[in-house]
């Protein structure tokens, strides 16, 4: 389209200008060849509802901002022009499109297993703090317990503190496990 013009017909300093808009009007136009080729239709056939969307969007765009540049090109202030308000409400749109876009993309919460995983850390550090507990501080200041009698009609008392107290700890901890067991298998029982 430039080689059309006589060089004499406008001054020098717009030549960079215009080889820019001629450039940037060439790789619009293809840019936008499949919209001119196809009918909507078929473009949009197997097309998501969003990406529909996201086309229609796109297009009317294309188009304001085309008439923007003519409304300039004519000397018309376009700010001032209702295409400004229909741009506007075109960016509007497309903001509301990524929002939608972003929420479908965003990672869900499963509150069933978010509940599972705490409960598992919850009984985890109860446990550990039990251990902890229990353990001695140091082995060099303790003596080592006595190997238990193996006759079952031995008194606890009989046994040494750090033994029994540990015996007493595994009971609760097996009880504790029996009764979230069958809290867990109530719960299936009742869904």
């Known amino acids: 389209t430039l080689g059309r013009m006589v060089d004499d017909d406008y001054p020098q300093e717009l030549n ?34 969003l990406e529909i969307a996201k086309l229609d969007l796109v297009t009317a765009y294309a188009v304001n901002s085309f008439y923007w540049t003519y409304l300039i090109a004519s000397g018309v202030n376009p700010k001032t022009h209702p295409v400004k308000q229909e741009l506007d409400r075109i960016k509007t749109y497309m903001g509301k499109v990524n929002e939608i876009e972003n929420r479908k ?4 919460l499963e509150k069933e297993a978010a509940k599972r995983f705490i409960r598992s ?63 867990k298998k109530k719960k299936v029982d009742e869904s």
């Not at 060099?140 to 193996?150: E, I, N, R, Y």
């Open 16 to 49: 960079d200008v215009f080889r820019s808009f001629d450039s940037k009007l060439s790789t619009a136009e293809k840019t936008l060849q499949p919209l001119f080729k196809n009918q909507r239709c078929d473009l949009t056939r197997e097309m998501e509802p």
């Open 105 to 108: 993309n965003a990672p869900r």
């Open 121 to 183: 850390a919850m009984f985890d550090s109860d446990d550990k703090k039990k251990d902890e507990d229990h353990k001695p501080t140091s082995t060099v200041d303790q003596p080592k317990p006595s190997a238990p009698t193996s006759d079952p009609k031995t008194p606890e008392s009989s046994l040494p503190k750090q033994q029994s107290s540990n015996k007493d700890w595994n009971k609760k901890r097996t009880n504790k496990r029996r009764r979230s067991k069958s809290s």
